[in-house]
T-cell receptor
Framework: DGGITQSPKYLFRKEGQNVTLSCEQN?????MYWYRQDPGQGLRLIYY???????QKGDIAEGYSVSREKKESFPLTVTSAQKNPTAFYLC??????????????FGSGTQLSVL | AQSVTQLDSQVPVFEEAPVELRCNYS??????LFWYVQYPNQGLQLLLK??????LVKGINGFEAEFNKSQTSFHLRKPSVHISDTAEYFC?????????????FGQGTILTVHP
């Protein structure tokens, strides 16, 4: 079945540590996105990539980094500069076009907590 | 830039009763409008979207929404809810001409359906 796989489901970070969240899709989508979800705040866009080897900052990119070396993969690194990393992280993908049939597909998320 | 306000953080309702979840938005450009649903510890699923044309949009699971340009609203309705509709619902917008995945979300409304 086609879809988006995020791993791990739960992740713990120690002070000063960088951690990487994995996102893989087999939908042949060009565009991929990372959102952060905090209770009562909805989702906020961290980074997005519309094509391989290119990505742009979203609304809350500080303390995060990404890479897009392969079409199917868009890993997110939460660096030690992100002072409040505890949140639910959602990866999504789409074809990247703006036609009527365009749709955003979401993974099942990674819950990151600070030890 | 866009912003989205969901007017109710929690909506309790009895099974088989009608429900309306309210969403207002602001934007300096024309927008696409979306409603997503999230079940516990899962990603988001698209319920419905408004791109253009008829202002009444029908989605999955018996939900519908009406776009009101003059009131900048996009309220979600269902005439008779089921226990399985218990979830968190998010209203979202994206600017026309941008990728569908570059969304601005509201804070979410938790719908709880009681027997």
């Amino acid at each position: 079945d086609g879809g988006i796989t995020q791993s791990p489901k739960y992740l713990f970070r120690k002070e000063g540590q960088n951690v990487t969240l994995s996102c893989e899709q087999n939908l042949n989508h060009d565009a991929m996105y990372w959102y952060r979800q905090d209770p009562g705040q909805g989702l906020r866009l961290i980074y997005y990539s519309q094509i391989v080897n290119d990505f742009q900052k979203g609304d809350i990119a500080e303390g995060y980094s990404v890479s897009r070396e392969k079409k199917e993969s868009f890993p997110l690194t939460v660096t030690s500069a992100q002072k409040n990393p505890t949140a639910f992280y959602l990866c999504a993908s789409s074809t990247g076009r703006t036609g009527r049939d365009e749709k955003l597909f979401f993974g099942s998320g990674t819950q990151l907590s600070v030890l | 830039a866009q912003s989205v306000t969901q007017l109710d953080s929690q909506v309790p309702v009895f099974e088989e009763a009608p429900v309306e979840l309210r969403c207002n938005y602001s934007s300096s450009v024309s927008v696409y409008l979306f409603w997503y649903v999230q079940y516990p510890n899962q990603g988001l699923q698209l319920l419905l979207k408004y791109l253009s044309g008829s202002t009444l949009v029908k989605g999955i699971n018996g939900f519908e929404a009406e776009f009101n340009k003059s009131q900048t609203s996009f309220h979600l309705r269902k005439p008779s809810v089921h226990i399985s509709d218990t979830a968190e619902y998010f209203c979202a917008v994206s600017g026309r001409g941008t990728s569908y995945g570059k969304l601005t979300f509201g804070q979410g409304t938790i719908l709880t359906v009681h027997p």
